[in-house]
Each structure stands twice: as C-alpha cells, then as structure tokens.
Antibody
Framework: EVQLVESGGGLVQPGGSLRLSCAAS????????MNWVRQAPGKGLEWVSY????????YYADSVKGRFTISRDNAKNSLYLQMNSLRAEDTAVYYC???????????WGQGTLVTVSS | SSELTQDPAVSVALGQTVRITCQGD??????ASWYQQKPGQAPVLVIY???NRPSGIPDRFSGSSSGNTASLTITGAQAEDEADYYC??????????FGGGTQLTVL
C-alpha cells in the first residue's frame, strides 16, 4: 500500500524557518517524481514545488522561489521542504504528492499544518 | 500563461449530469487532471490523462478536452459527489498550477 506521511509542521514566527518531511512507503520511491502542494485555510490548492526522481530537476512556484528548497533522499525514501523567511501567507496545510507518469498526482499524504504567526 | 480558471460554484440536482470546466492556455498542450476534495480530507485523483479513472473511482466520472478547455463530467450525480473539484496541469516551464476550484453542490 502506498503511503505518504508528512511531518514537521507547527507554529513559527514570521521570518523563521521550518523543515517539512514526507516519508514514503509501499512503492519504489526513487522511481517517482514528487511534489509539495499547499492549501491555506479556506482556500484552494496551490502547487509549491517539484523534484524529479533523481533530484536533478527542480521547479518552484513564484510565491516561494528563493525562500523554499525541495530535496529528497532516495536511500531514506524521504522528501523534504526547507522553508525559510516564512511569511503569514505561507500558513497552510502542506501535502506531499506523488507524480505519476501522466503528470497527475496519484497519491497524497494527509498533510501537515504550518502556521506562521507572532 | 500557466493560470487555470474554474467556475467557483456549480450545483446539480441529484441524479442529473453536471460539467465542471477548466480553462487555460497550457491545456492546449497538456492534459488536465482532476481532484476531488471533501472537507478535512486530502485531495483524491478522479481523472487523469485523456479520460482515465484510477481504480475505485466510479464510472460516472469522465473527462474531456477541447482547445484550451478541459471538462469533468459527472453523469448521474450522487450525494457523495458533493465536494470541491480542482483541475491541474503543467506548463512548459515545469510549473504544475491548480485551478481555483469549483464547489459542487448536489441538490
């Protein structure tokens, strides 16, 4: 069974940093592209970042470019999101999502809540 | 532009057919995928590619595309289909934008 489990969310002050993790199991993690998607309270889904299966290709949404860093450790079956210079508008539930061959997000984690507030 | 546009809200009578649309330039080159999200839950993939359903998704869900518009059709809507629906695609820059979402109400 495919499982994605996010962790690392919490309350952080504006300007602070947080590192999210996504533990993958039930599939060959190193063969799949991965993404982070977030959802602010009461708002829609927003794609945040993409990483290729090897980690050699990375993309970011303009809203987080220069502040967030996506990475992965295929030996540990884990995906990460390092978030720096956090702003109130980064408050959201952050999901990791597996990207299938057709480019769709076929499996999602349950999400981890990040709250940026003083 | 990588933006995808959806109607904010749509309603359908129980058992009737409803179409939810998604517009964007990237849809001329890439297929849309569709996600259903119920309150407090993670999104669930319901349609991907030209018109494919993941295992477990009822066949009343179907997808289509023409020009810059992708559509999700629910034929014979059920009460449990009431949810938010999001389209997603990719663009030539590697972005994977979502549409703003459509809140579906089943009357």
């Amino acid at each position: 069974e495919v499982q994605l489990v996010e962790s690392g969310g919490g309350l952080v002050q504006p300007g602070g940093s947080l590192r999210l993790s996504c533990a993958a199991s039930g599939f060959t993690f190193s063969s799949y592209e991965m993404n982070w998607v977030r959802q602010a309270p009461g708002k829609g889904l927003e794609w945040v970042s993409y990483i290729s299966s090897s980690g050699s290709t990375i993309y970011y949404a303009d809203s987080v470019k220069g502040r967030f860093t996506i990475s992965r450790d295929n030996a540990k079956n884990s995906l990460y999101l390092q978030m720096n210079s956090l702003r109130a508008e980064d408050t959201a539930v952050y999901y990791c999502a597996r990207e299938a061959v057709a480019g769709d997000f076929d499996y999602w984690g349950q999400g981890t809540l990040v709250t940026v507030s003083s | 532009s990588s933006e995808l546009t959806q109607d904010p809200a749509v309603s359908v009578a129980l058992g009737q057919t409803v179409r939810i649309t998604c517009q964007g330039d990237s849809l001329r080159s890439y297929y849309a995928s569709w996600y259903q999200q119920k309150p407090g839950q993670a999104p669930v993939l319901v349609i991907y590619g030209k018109n494919n359903r993941p295992s477990g998704i009822p066949d009343r869900f179907s997808g289509s595309s023409s020009g810059n518009t992708a559509s999700l059709t629910i034929t014979g809507a059920q009460a449990e289909d009431e949810a938010d629906y999001y389209c997603n695609s990719r663009d030539s820059s590697g972005n994977h934008p979502f549409g703003g979402g459509t809140q579906l109400t089943v009357l």
